[in-house]
């Protein structure tokens, strides 16, 4: 019996925590929805559910002539998939390295790799600047892929390799005896290996720069260059005429390559935590 009232109030406060978590989740979410449906500018009349629904702010994100959203979204998408191919490729490269093979450097390279980790970005923000105007990537795409790119390898490089780590070298060995070359065991026996941790540098990978304001607003300086954090940062910035409802929309569609990206990958979540319970 009391084992019995001792799993009902385990399962009571576990359904309890949830709920509450789910709560402090979707609440934000369902408050910021509401705000995108509410006529005007303004929030000072606003509620979660609006008296008087209007879907014109989503008309007015998507329409060039009143607004350069659509150019915030291209701008970015196009930045964050650069960045998450390249970086993923970068990073798998780097740790296959530091993973396989010993080399002068190598324990070196990977503490300055933690160190650079520790340090954060906008601690640089006027040596980026500097180096940025010197080389002529201010207000440029390309500027900002690569500080994204620097960015995301001290990271990502200690958790691939990590993973790695964990992959027998006796795979490697096998493939040499039957005559592979060293990109041949990194691409083809490697790598499929490793796509669970490379789904999670992708993530990672993909949502910094989606989501970045500081060094997109640093490089940054013509409207039709903008990235999404900085164009709706625009929208409320401005002494008069601040827009929070047609904020409140784009915000809103932010989240859509985020949760596409994410569904997309979670299969290798799940086989990923699979392989660790089974290798356990």
Known sequence: MNTKITKVLRLTVSYLIIAIMAVIIIYPLVWVFGASLTPGTSLSNFSIIPKNPTWEHYKELFNPDESLYLTWYWNTLKVTVITM????FTISLMAFAFSRYRFVGRKNGLMTFLILQMIPNFAALIAIFVLANVTGLINTHLGLILLY?????????????????????????????????????????????????????????????????????????????????????ELVSRQYGSEFTLFAAGSILIAVPISILFLSLQKYFVSGLTAGGIKG
């Open 85 to 88: 191919i390249a970086s993923v």
């Open 149 to 233: 790119m620097g960015g995301a390898i001290p990271m990502n490089t200690w958790l691939l390799k990590g993973y790695l780590d964990t992959i027998p070298k006796e795979l490697d060995e096998s493939a040499r005896m039957d005559g592979a070359g060293h990109f041949r065991i990194y691409w083809q026996i490697i790598m499929p290996l490793a796509k669970p941790m490379l789904a999670v540098v992708a993530i990672f990978s993909f949502i910094t720069p989606f989501t970045d304001f500081i060094l997109a607003k640093v490089l940054l300086r013509q409207p039709e260059q903008y990235t999404l954090a900085v164009g709706l940062y």
